[in-house]
């Protein structure tokens, strides 16, 4: 059983940055490539980016390429995910998740994951 926490989000201005972090506990974590999701009110929860477990490859949504970026570092047991150039569109409550699957690869549909974090918001004021 693996549990997930993030932290980081907060309210920022349209043009700033913020940093997410999902720190994990009760597993390996390298058995687990992580993923980011988000949900805004009233939308269904979509892909933000994922990274497989060594690191080596990662995936983004298109909304969010050249604007975030996801990182990892499996001593710590964390997965980070930088955003820049935040818009109000980027408002949501974003989810850490972790997958259990083989090296090299990424999944961007949430049912593919197995755990979940409670989430953090993240508001985007214009």
């Known amino acids: 059983q693996v549990q997930l926490e993030e932290s980081g989000g907060g309210l920022v201005q349209a043009g700033g940055s913020l940093r997410l972090s999902c720190a994990a506990s009760?597993?390996?974590?390298?058995?687990?490539?992580m993923g980011w999701f988000r949900q805004a009110p009233g939308k269904e929860r979509e892909f933000v980016a994922a990274?497989?477990?060594?690191?080596?490859?990662?995936n983004y949504a298109e909304t969010v390429k050249g604007r975030f970026t996801i990182s990892r570092d499996n001593v710590k047991s964390t997965v980070n995910l930088q955003m820049n150039s935040l818009k109000p569109d980027d408002t949501a409550v974003y989810y850490c998740?972790?997958?259990?699957?083989?090296?090299?690869?990424?999944?961007?549909?949430?049912?593919?994951?197995?755990?979940w974090g409670q989430g953090t918001q993240v508001t985007v004021s214009s």
């Open positions: 998740a972790a997958d259990r699957t083989v090296h090299g690869i990424v999944h961007i549909t949430s049912l593919s994951y197995d755990y």
């Open positions: 009760g597993g390996t974590f390298s058995s687990y490539a």
């Open positions: 990274i497989d477990r060594s690191g080596d490859v990662t």
